[in-house]
């Protein structure tokens, strides 16, 4: 068995002296592992780094076999990304969602996503809109998707503001009045085709969405914890805002 395709690198471990396990998300395959023969090599190592995208030529006797590596680098992100803590997390958080998909399952459109996000991870005031839209991507190919695109009670497109906890499809802000304490908060930048930026008000909102749905869904019916990860990735966030903002206040005055 034999396949090349590319892929991004989501995490490594040891195996044995010389080797590692990698485990890439790729364009085809979706999340697959392999072994890399002489992984832990000084050669090797930059390059097997998370983050990185690489060419990948995998080989196996049998299909079900975890069989073995041969990556060349195309993008060297690591180094990059593992200067901002935002970054580090972002991709931490974004492989343990992958980890809930099937392994071996394609998903290309998901691929395609992550490459677009690992060039602007490390970019403090975008990684939270890109990382909390994923996860509406990921609860999508779970089959746990929201419906934002109108109103749940009147159909219409516009000034939707909140979303129903029960089934997940958005409510203007008119209709869903009477019952705006119980519903989540639908930040309009996860509204498509909005073209607004997030502050960050609006980005605790996104994730509180996607977390509500998350829990709902997937963690407690597979009995796991959010990912550690995913509440670092949401504290390095709330710094990075807390460090501009005290910043702004000095020069103010």
Known sequence: ME?????????????????????????????HLGLVRGGRS????????????????????LDEHLGTFQAEAIEMNAARLMDSAVAVYGLQTMAAHLRLLPERDAHGGLYEA?????????????????VARFELLILDELGFGLDLSQCAATGTRQDL?????????????????????????????????????????????????????????????????????????LAALRKHHATRKAIAGDNAA
């Open 42 to 61: 000084r050669k090797q190592q930059p390059v097997l780094q998370p983050g990185n995208r690489v060419d990948l030529l995998w080989r196996a006797r």
């Open 3 to 31: 396949w090349r395709d590319e892929g991004i690198i989501l995490g490594t471990r040891k195996h044995g002296e010389t080797s590692a396990i990698l485990e890439v998300m790729t364009r085809a395959h979706g999340r």
């Open 161 to 233: 503001a909140y979303v129903s906890p029960k089934s997940g499809r958005a409510v203007s802000r008119e209709a869903g009045a009477p019952w705006r304490d119980k519903m989540l908060a639908l930040p309009a930048f996860l509204q498509r085709g909005s073209g607004l930026r997030a502050d960050p008000a609006a980005v605790e909102d996104a994730f509180r969405l996607t977390g509500f749905f998350f829990t709902r869904h997937v963690y407690e019916p597979r009995a796991i914890e959010q990912p550690d990860a995913r509440a670092g990735f």
């Open 114 to 130: 992550l490459s677009v996000m690992i060039v602007h991870l490390d970019d403090a005031d975008a990684a939270g809109e890109l």
